[in-house]
């Protein structure tokens, strides 16, 4: 075993069971990792320095493959069901045992970084990739080590991510030939059969999701910002909701764009970087994820002519998941470290393919709390596998429901306490349609949107005159500066108010359908949701 690099750790591969392998490339830099990424012909460097990879069939995450080992130490604290499906510990050895063979004789990539930006609760990862250009991504999205200490770096959980070894369900136990497996008392999780590199992302997010609140940290699916008075915003919502675009306001600080923990301190990033969705990406609507990409950025999926080396990111014909991975020193002013203070206010983003809940309503601490647990959205096709061309209106608890481990009340206990203790605003806030349901009303621009956020982050919404949604009980401002005063009431931007009056309805009862689940949470929280005869 030939290891290359810089400063490989004492702590070596033999202690992941990984022997005979035949070089091991520790630590690489950016520059390093995209030379070889083209050496091994795994992508194509666009004409603005990006490396351009695809992922093949799996364009998304795929939740269904998705296991964790069930055994003696943890299982009493697993949320299980069909997020947490239970993997037998014989079969994950068996599994393992198999991978190590295939790891033999080939090259393998090694990153050791950290999971959380604030030192007092970061988590110590290894990377351990086949793939030149999945090590870059890991390199791009975690947060990095200090490159003069990593000989001493013992990482707490190691991810071996291994596309080309794919799994056979019937021996294996898992539904395709594709599989995450987490094995918490081990430290590892183990992927394969596919190349989507957001499945080690997002793998770390749900091994953060177990340790933290552990610790009394809370962990949350949301991004957040700086604002010139030292004021933190809070956006939670699922992929496709704006996390990123809304987060990455020229006015304000990026903290991060997808993942943070909330702790007695503050807030801090789980992350060093961030995933952007880029397709129709604009320099105009986007400045700041436009202009981060260029050299040390991984694009997926995204369009590119093999001869002039020029990008187009209007194409779908792969997926609509399309991907930009790159380090927050690509954003300009982001907060680094990505520490900082307790929010002030929380938005809670909605893509609303019905077309019927108002573009920014201001929420009690119990509507919040119940909006919390319903997290309620509208899945974009591309996100995941098997997602259809249009929106489907879904609901995922704590807006994170796929990565969450414990129970959801674990996480909304902890949210509520930290609302009350820090007295923090909260909104609600539509991204999806006016004017009709998705097929026939439009997309809220984005400039109406982030103006509705800056309102609301100046105090200007706070003393304006507001009306109470009939159905949903919600407080809309009636104006809003930069915005049409129509666009304000959703029912008056229908031609048929009284199909929104259908509509409205249907979105309140699927609303008190899903909240069926939650019959133990206080009767004030239930009773803050959309009520309909």
């Given at each position: 075993?030939?290891?290359l690099?810089i400063?490989p750790s004492r702590?070596?591969?033999e202690?992941?069971?990984?022997h005979?392998?035949n070089?091991?490339f520790w630590n690489?830099?950016?520059?390093?990792?995209v030379?070889n990424?083209?050496?091994?012909?795994?992508?194509?460097?666009?004409a603005?320095g990006?490396?351009?990879v695809?992922?093949?069939?799996?364009?998304g995450?795929?939740?269904?493959?998705?296991?964790?080992?069930?055994e003696p130490?943890t299982q009493d604290?697993?949320w299980w069901?069909?997020?947490?499906?239970?993997?037998d510990?014989?079969r994950?050895?068996a599994?393992?045992?198999?991978l190590?063979a295939?790891?033999q004789?080939?090259?393998l990539y090694v990153q050791?970084?950290?999971?959380?930006?604030?030192p007092?609760?970061?988590?110590?990862i290894?990377?351990?990739?086949?793939?030149?250009?999945h090590?870059?991504?890991?390199r791009?999205?975690f947060?990095?080590a200090?490159?003069?200490?990593?000989?001493?770096h013992?990482?707490?959980f190691?991810?071996?991510d291994?596309?080309?070894f794919?799994a056979y369900?019937?021996?294996?136990g898992t539904?395709s030939?594709?599989?995450?497996?987490?094995?918490?008392?081990r430290?590892l999780?183990?992927?394969?059969?596919?190349?989507?590199?957001g499945?080690?992302?997002k793998?770390?997010?749900?091994?953060l999701n177990?340790?933290?609140?552990?610790?009394?940290?809370l962990s949350?699916h949301?991004?957040a910002n700086l604002?010139?008075r030292g004021?933190v915003?809070?956006?939670?919502g699922?992929s496709?909701?704006?996390?990123?675009?809304?987060?990455a306001?020229?006015s304000?600080?990026?903290v991060?764009?997808d993942?943070?923990?909330?702790?007695?301190?503050g807030?801090?990033n789980?992350?060093?970087?961030c995933?952007?969705?880029?397709?129709r990406l604009?320099?105009?609507?986007?400045?700041?994820?436009?202009?981060?990409?260029?050299?040390?950025?991984?694009?997926?999926?995204?369009t590119i002519?093999?001869?002039?080396r020029?990008l187009d990111l209007r194409?779908d014909s792969?997926?609509e998941n399309?991907?930009?991975a790159?380090p927050l020193?690509?954003i300009?002013?982001a907060?680094?470290?990505?520490?900082?203070?307790?929010p002030?206010?929380i938005?809670?983003l909605?893509?609303?393919?019905f077309?019927?809940?108002?573009p920014?309503?201001r929420?009690s601490?119990?509507?919040?709390?119940?909006?919390?647990?319903?997290?309620?959205?509208a899945?974009?096709a591309?996100?995941?596998?098997?997602?259809g061309?249009?929106?489907?209106?879904t609901f995922s608890?704590?807006?994170g429901?796929?990565?969450?481990v414990l129970h959801?009340?674990v996480y909304?206990?902890?949210?509520g306490?930290q609302?009350?203790?820090?007295r923090?605003?909260?909104?609600?806030v539509n991204?999806?349609?006016s004017?009709g349901?998705?097929g026939?009303?439009h997309?809220?621009?984005?400039v109406h949107?982030?103006?509705?956020?800056?309102a609301a982050?100046?105090?200007?919404?706070?003393?304006?005159?507001?009306?109470?949604?009939?159905?949903?009980g919600?407080?809309v401002?009636?104006?809003c500066p930069?915005v049409?005063p129509?666009?304000?009431n959703?029912r008056t931007?229908?031609?048929d108010q009284?199909a929104?009056?259908?509509?409205?309805?249907?979105?309140?009862?699927l609303?008190?359908?899903?909240?069926?689940?939650?019959?133990?949470v206080?009767?004030?929280?239930?009773?803050?949701?959309?009520?309909?005869a």
């Amino acid at each position: 075993m030939q290891s290359l690099g810089i400063n490989p750790s004492r702590h070596g591969l033999e202690n992941h069971g990984i022997h005979n392998v035949n070089q091991v490339f520790w630590n690489l830099g950016t520059a390093a990792l995209v030379e070889n990424a083209i050496r091994r012909r795994e992508g194509l460097l666009a004409a603005g320095g990006a490396l351009v990879v695809r992922t093949g069939q799996y364009t998304g995450r795929s939740p269904d493959d998705k296991f964790i080992v069930r055994e003696p130490s943890t299982q009493d604290r697993i949320w299980w069901g069909p997020v947490n499906r239970p993997f037998d510990p014989a079969r994950f050895d068996a599994l393992y045992g198999r991978l190590l063979a295939y790891l033999q004789g080939g090259d393998l990539y090694v990153q050791d970084c950290f999971a959380g930006a604030d030192p007092a609760h970061r988590i110590p990862i290894r990377v351990i990739t086949e793939y030149a250009w999945h090590n870059l991504f890991a390199r791009q999205l975690f947060v990095r080590a200090d490159w003069t200490k990593t000989q001493e770096h013992v990482p707490r959980f190691t991810i071996i991510d291994v596309p080309k070894f794919h799994a056979y369900p019937d021996l294996d136990g898992t539904r395709s030939e594709a599989f995450v497996v987490v094995h918490f008392a081990r430290g590892l999780v183990i992927i394969g059969g596919t190349s989507y590199a957001g499945e080690m992302k997002k793998s770390v997010f749900s091994l953060l999701n177990f340790l933290l609140p552990l610790r009394q940290v809370l962990s949350m699916h949301c991004s957040a910002n700086l604002g010139p008075r030292g004021d933190v915003a809070l956006f939670f919502g699922l992929s496709g909701t704006g996390k990123t675009s809304l987060s990455a306001d020229p006015s304000r600080r990026l903290v991060g764009d997808d993942e943070h923990g909330w702790s007695e301190g503050g807030i801090f990033n789980f992350e060093g970087g961030c995933y952007a969705k880029c397709i129709r990406l604009s320099r105009e609507d986007e400045p700041q994820i436009w202009g981060a990409i260029h050299f040390g950025s991984v694009l997926e999926n995204v369009t590119i002519d093999p001869e002039t080396r020029l990008l187009d990111l209007r194409d779908d014909s792969l997926t609509e998941n399309t991907r930009a991975a790159y380090p927050l020193t690509f954003i300009p002013d982001a907060v680094i470290p990505g520490v900082a203070g307790h929010p002030s206010h929380i938005f809670f983003l909605a893509c609303d393919a019905f077309g019927v809940l108002p573009p920014i309503a201001r929420l009690s601490p119990e509507q919040a709390m119940y909006h919390f647990l319903s997290g309620y959205t509208a899945k974009v096709a591309g996100t995941e596998r098997g997602m259809g061309a249009e929106p489907k209106a879904t609901f995922s608890t704590c807006f994170g429901a796929p990565f969450l481990v414990l129970h959801p009340s674990v996480y909304s206990d902890m949210l509520g306490e930290q609302i009350a203790r820090h007295r923090v605003l909260c909104w609600l806030v539509n991204t999806g349609w006016s004017g009709g349901p998705y097929g026939v009303g439009h997309r809220i621009q984005l400039v109406h949107t982030r103006a509705m956020l800056r309102a609301a982050l100046e105090g200007l919404l706070t003393d304006v005159p507001a009306r109470q949604d009939p159905v949903f009980g919600l407080q809309v401002p009636t104006v809003c500066p930069e915005v049409p005063p129509e666009m304000m009431n959703p029912r008056t931007t229908w031609p048929d108010q009284a199909a929104y009056d259908a509509q409205a309805r249907e979105l309140a009862r699927l609303f008190q359908k899903n909240f069926e689940r939650f019959a133990e949470v206080p009767q004030a929280i239930r009773d803050a949701g959309p009520r309909v005869a």
